[in-house]
């Protein structure tokens, strides 16, 4: 299957290529602006892929230009789907990434899908009006929205929380500034997440919506905990009011069942790395 992909040069493209090509996938990666409407219709028509994966987002809820998110994550989406829409030759699959961050404080622990959004960010708040804009494409595009949880893994910007402390112990500096060390996340794994995709671009139902998670939780004391254990060094905690967030979610645990039976549908076993392997693979090297 020849599949073109938005951000294949990012932290979660390049970990989806390499799972599509191990499987004999071709990636054409789009390189265009998203809010170059132009461009991205030239490339999609020059590429003729069998399918979408569209990754390139603005994805750091700290990013200073609120306004950003929406340009980005909303029109420069709208964009590829309109591109997608001049295509001679109808896409099998688009698979669109969102976000667990739509949920926000939900009353509700693990989250299914079926909960009622309650986003606390703009960047939430842009993934889920990017999901209903979507949605007005459902009649010409077989869409499949997915929600990853919290992951990560080596090549991941230093900007979010698990890479920056990784590169403290690995450093060994002495202290160490975080915000709110009492909220509690999934940490998955970057390899699960990219062999999730590449399966739910297959095998996804189109018009459904997919959380992509474990249903296991940490908080931050327990990762440092972790590291500390690994590497025989002990971080002073500082915590800095400026990166304490407003509205900050309290714990974002997903529930895994619809993801879950669509893989033993298929007969597939997504890769299922503990947070204790991930991080020692993280300490292991900085990037893919």
């Not at 001049?86 to 299914?112: D, E, F």
């Not at 929380?161 to 709110?180: C, D, M, Q, S, W």
């Not at 590449?198 to 590291?227: D, F, K, M, P, R």
Request: one cysteine or more; charged letters at 15%; proline letters at 6%.
């Amino acid at each position: 299957m020849k599949i073109a992909v938005t951000g294949s040069n990012g932290f979660t493209g390049r970990f989806f290529a390499a799972a599509a090509a191990t499987a004999g996938h071709e990636i054409v990666p789009l390189l265009s602006d998203l809010n170059d409407s132009t461009g991205l219709q030239r490339e999609l028509q020059a590429a003729n892929p069998d399918a979408l994966v569209h990754l390139a987002a603005i994805s750091f809820v700290g990013h200073a230009d609120d306004e950003a998110f929406y340009k980005v994550n909303v029109i420069g989406s709208m964009n590829v789907l309109n591109a997608l829409c001049t295509l001679q030759r109808p896409v099998k699959k688009v698979l669109l990434a969102s976000s667990a961050n739509i949920y926000g404080n939900s009353p509700h622990s693990p989250i299914a899908e079926d909960q009622i959004p309650s986003p606390v960010n703009h960047y939430a708040m842009s993934k889920l009006a990017m999901e209903y804009m979507a949605r007005t494409y459902a009649d010409r595009l077989p869409l499949v929205i997915t929600r990853p949880f919290n992951y990560t893994g080596p090549g991941q910007a230093a900007n979010f929380v698990i890479p920056k402390i990784v590169g403290h112990f690995r450093e060994r500096r002495a202290t160490i500034e975080l915000g709110n060390i009492h909220v509690e996340r999934e940490f998955n794994d970057i390899r699960m997440i990219g062999a999730a995709y590449l399966a739910l671009l297959q095998y996804g139902q189109a018009a459904e919506t997919y959380n992509v998670c474990t249903g296991q939780t940490y908080n931050l004391q327990s990762v440092i905990a972790q590291l500390s254990a690994m590497t025989g060094h002990a971080l002073t905690i500082h915590v800095n009011p400026a990166f304490v967030r407003a509205n900050e979610v309290h714990r974002l645990c997903g529930d895994p069942r619809k993801l879950n039976a669509c893989m033993a549908a298929h007969g597939i076993e997504l890769p299922a790395p503990d947070l204790a392997d991930t991080l020692r693979w993280m300490l292991r090297e900085d990037a893919p």
